[in-house]
């Protein structure tokens, strides 16, 4: 999820009641809300470094533990020695571990429930968990939260004018995230009956090798659907809402057979990444006048209807099959598929 979106789920842990137990738990709550992203400091090495480190070991269930504690820890021992407020609730350090514990492993279940996906085990596990039902930048959630605390700021403001008594903010923090527990569950129950409808088909007289659905940005009920069958990948528009999915729109894109340019694109270090990473990856490879230009895309971040391309892993090689470059980025125009 976004940091905005991190940042106002902290809040409203906080003004639901968390910021009562401890001094200092709204601080917590906020930075650790957003302190596992500390690994955005891997993309000063490159796209394929950052893709390589991020959503590693501080989104991992022991990375975000041992933050936890590093952080309570670090606003625990400045707390002590900074003079305390004539208002609220003393420093505790049993409420910190645990107000601190909420917030980093709050951060990786909100990140895991998106389609990019987090390595829960690491350093034990490097593989990627996703739960699929998010969008990596959810507007309909983030209206939500800011609702939550709009409502109850301009509540304050009217009770100010008429000399009444001014209501908190634990109401639209606890509505919040009553609606963030239900959208889950809302989206997992689409999100299922999807995936069961895209199972079902057979795909030009081929049984699909493996399946997924994509959530869209705001709909619930809206998902692209990815199915990987021997000879093609299709990419199909669901809706949780239909009886069935429609599978003769589907954008088709056909495995290529391998090449020797595919294969030495496929053994440099950006693509092991990659490759690594992706889910429904199709390479294409054009040849040019000065040697071959392949191409790598994870299917499940392609959207039909926006021309959105996702993730690209990128190469350029010359006649003699030597890597002249390679990168890794995201590209918002994607190449014809064969319908």
């Known amino acids: 999820m976004d940091n905005i979106t991190h940042t106002l789920t902290g809040l409203a842990l906080a003004n639901a009641g968390l910021n009562r137990k401890t001094r200092y738990a709204t601080l917590a709550l906020v930075i650790g809300s957003n302190l596992p992203d500390l690994d955005v400091v891997w ?15 501080t989104h991992s269930i022991f990375g975000a533990a041992v933050l936890a504690a590093l952080l309570a820890a670090v606003i625990y021992y400045l707390g002590k020695r900074a003079s305390p407020p004539k208002k609220g609730p003393p ?15 709050g951060h990786v279940l909100m990140d895991f429930s998106n389609s990019y996906g987090v390595r829960l085990f690491m350093p034990f596990s490097s593989r990627w968990y996703a739960w699929d039902i998010m969008f990596i930048f959810d507007p309909l959630l983030l209206a939500v939260l800011v609702i939550g605390f709009a409502a109850p700021a301009l509540f304050r403001l009217i009770s100010e004018e008429v000399g009444a008594r001014k ?31 895209l199972n079902s088909h057979v795909y030009g007289e081929e049984n699909p090798i493996q399946v997924g659905a994509f959530p869209s940005p705001a709909n619930p009920f809206e998902w692209v659907g990815v199915v990987e069958t021997d000879s093609a990948y299709r990419i199909i528009l669901a809706d949780a809402m239909d009886s069935d999915v429609d599978t003769s729109h589907a954008r088709v894109f056909f495995k290529p057979e391998s090449t020797p340019a595919l294969e030495a694109a496929e053994k440099t270090r950006t693509a092991a990444i990659f ?65």
């Open 167 to 197: 209501p908190g903010f634990q109401r639209g923090a606890i509505f919040s995230l009553s609606f963030l527990v239900l959208l889950w569950g809302l989206r997992t129950v689409a999100h299922q009956r999807v995936v069961e409808q």
């Open 275 to 339: 490759l690594d990473f992706a889910r429904f990856p199709w390479p294409n490879v054009s040849e040019t006048e000065r040697g071959y230009d392949v191409s790598i895309r994870d299917l499940r971040f392609y959207s039909p209807i926006e021309r959105r391309a996702g993730f690209v892993a990128e190469f350029v090689l010359n006649k003699d099959l030597q890597v002249l470059s390679q990168s890794f980025n995201f590209r918002a125009s994607a190449q014809n598929p064969v319908d």
């Open 43 to 57: 993309s000063l090495g490159g796209g394929a470094t950052y893709l390589k480190y991020h959503r590693g070991i």
């Open 91 to 105: 420093l505790d350090a049993r409420w910190l571990g645990w107000i601190c514990l909420i917030a980093l492993e």
